[in-house]
């Protein structure tokens, strides 16, 4: 959970500019999966850009 949180607050200031958040609804903290760290903050940045053309056009 720790990565996950990391990256999600990586993106944080970037969503806040176009007042768009993520929040970690659920936890999951008895699972484990073996990513790349920087590879994972890619895809959030990714998904926050997307985002941001979707609801601002």
Do not use: C, H
Request: hydrophobic share 45%; net charge negative.
């Amino acid at each position: 959970m720790p990565l996950v949180e990391n990256a999600l607050a990586s993106v944080a200031d970037y969503g806040q500019q176009y007042r768009i958040d993520f929040s970690l609804t659920d936890r999951a903290d008895d699972v484990w999966v073996y990513v790349d760290g920087m590879r994972l903050q890619q895809v959030f940045g990714n998904l926050l850009s997307n985002a941001k053309k979707i609801f601002t056009g």
